[in-house]
């Protein structure tokens, strides 16, 4: 299975974006999918993660600003990114946890600028 990530783009501190993750295949069977980010300079980190059974996780950074859902007849999962800030700036990545390991996508960028 492939992933690619899209969505990305150039936004005001406080605007919003939608982030979405498609499969090339079925995601149904999936242990989880996740979205990580890497900020220049940083290592990448966790920002949020649904399981198979729709369970999430944030990162207390995001909390209460990004809401990650899924979408099993597309084969998508989405990340809604609400009240950005400038330290959400970095390359997006998802990835999912599949019966042959876990599975990453390609990055997408998003900037926030202030």
């Known amino acids: 299975v492939q992933l690619q990530a899209f969505g990305g783009g150039l936004v005001q501190a406080g605007g919003f974006l939608r982030l979405s993750c498609a499969a090339s295949g079925s995601i149904f069977s999936f242990n989880g999918m996740g979205w990580y980010r890497q900020a220049p300079g940083k290592q990448r980190e966790l920002v949020a993660v649904?399981?198979?059974?729709?369970?999430?996780n944030y990162a207390d950074s995001v909390r209460g600003r990004f809401t990650v859902s899924r979408d099993n007849a597309k084969n998508t999962v989405y990340l809604q990114m609400n009240r950005l800030k400038p330290e959400d700036t970095g390359d997006y990545y998802c990835n999912a946890g599949t019966r042959g390991g876990v599975v990453w996508g390609q990055g997408t960028l998003v900037i926030v600028f202030s």
């Open positions: 649904i399981t198979s059974s729709y369970s999430t």
